[in-house]
C-alpha cells in the first residue's frame, strides 16, 4: 500500500497563474517532506522541504504548505513559469532516517504560454 | 565532471548476459544510493551505502550486486535478470550521514535506462 500519494498523475496550468500540486501521506510517523523536481532525461533535482513542525516553507515562487492533522502537503508555484513544466515528486522521511525517502508516483506539470 | 555521472546510460541485454552500471559522484558526498523507478510507480529505495559501507538493502533480488569501492564510486552488477527488471535505475548521493537532515536531500544523476530482453 502506498504512503505517499499524488492522486493527480497531470497538471495544466496557464502562464502566470499558480500551479497547485498536491500530496498526500498515510504515515504519522513521517516528519520530514520534501518536494523534487524531474526533467526528461535527468535525474530529479531537490526543490524544497518542509518539517512536520512547520506549516509552511517558503522559497522564491515556491511554497509548501503542511496539514498534519489532514496528513496533505501542497506546493504552490506562483507565478508559473513555461520552464517549471516537469515532473513533480512528493517524498517523506521519518527521523531523518538517511536515504530512505519514500516516494509518491508524481504530477506532471504543464504550463502553458 | 561535476554532480552525479551514471554510465551507461542506455543498457540493453538478454537474460543470461552480465553486465554492470557505474556511477560516480563528485561532490565529496559520504552516501551513496541505488533507487529504481519503474513504469508507473514510484521511486523505489534499493541500496544505500555510508562511508563505503552498505547500510541498507530493502529486499533485493540477489540478481542485484552492488558494489563501493570508495565514497565516489557505486556500481550495480546484474546477472541473469528478468524481463520486470527494465527500469530507470537512479544512483543519488548525500552529504549527510545517517539521521542527519542533510541526509534527506539527495542529488540523483540522470538514470541508466535498462531493458531486460
Known amino acids: 500500500d502506498q504512503q505517499v500519494k499524488q492522486n493527480s498523475p497531470s497538471l495544466s496550468v496557464q502562464e502566470g497563474r499558480i500551479s497547485i500540486l498536491n500530496c498526500d501521506y498515510t504515515n504519522s510517523m513521517f516528519d520530514y517532506f520534501l518536494w523534487y523536481k524531474k526533467y526528461p532525461a535527468e535525474g530529479p533535482t531537490f526543490l524544497i522541504s518542509i518539517s512536520s513542525i512547520k506549516d509552511k516553507n517558503e522559497d522564491g515562487r515556491f511554497t509548501v504548505f503542511l496539514n498534519k492533522s489532514a496528513k496533505h502537503l501542497s506546493l504552490h508555484i506562483v507565478p508559473s513559469q513555461p520552464g517549471d513544466s516537469a515532473v513533480y515528486f512528493c517524498a517523506a522521511s521519518i527521523g531523518g532516517s538517511q536515504g530512505n525517502l519514500i516516494f509518491g508516483k508524481g504530477t506532471k506539470l504543464s504550463v502553458k504560454p | 565532471e561535476t554532480g552525479v555521472t551514471q554510465t551507461p546510460r542506455h543498457l540493453v541485454m538478454g537474460m543470461t548476459n552480465k553486465k554492470s552500471l557505474k556511477c560516480e559522484q563528485h561532490?565529496?558526498?559520504?552516501?551513496m544510493y541505488w533507487y529504481k523507478q519503474s513504469a508507473k510507480k514510484p521511486l523505489e529505495l534499493m541500496f544505500v551505502?555510508?562511508?563505503?559501507?552498505?547500510?541498507e538493502n530493502n529486499s533485493v533480488p540477489s540478481r542485484f550486486s552492488p558494489e563501493c569501492p570508495n565514497s565516489s564510486h557505486l556500481f550495480l552488477h546484474l546477472h541473469t535478470l528478468q524481463p520486470e527488471d527494465s527500469a530507470l535505475y537512479l544512483c543519488a548521493s548525500s552529504q549527510g550521514g545517517a539521521g542527519s537532515s542533510g541526509a534527506n536531500v539527495l542529488t540523483f544523476g540522470a538514470g541508466s535506462r535498462l531493458t531486460v530482453l
Open positions: 561532490l565529496g558526498h559520504n552516501a
Open positions: 551505502y555510508n562511508f563505503k559501507e552498505q547500510t
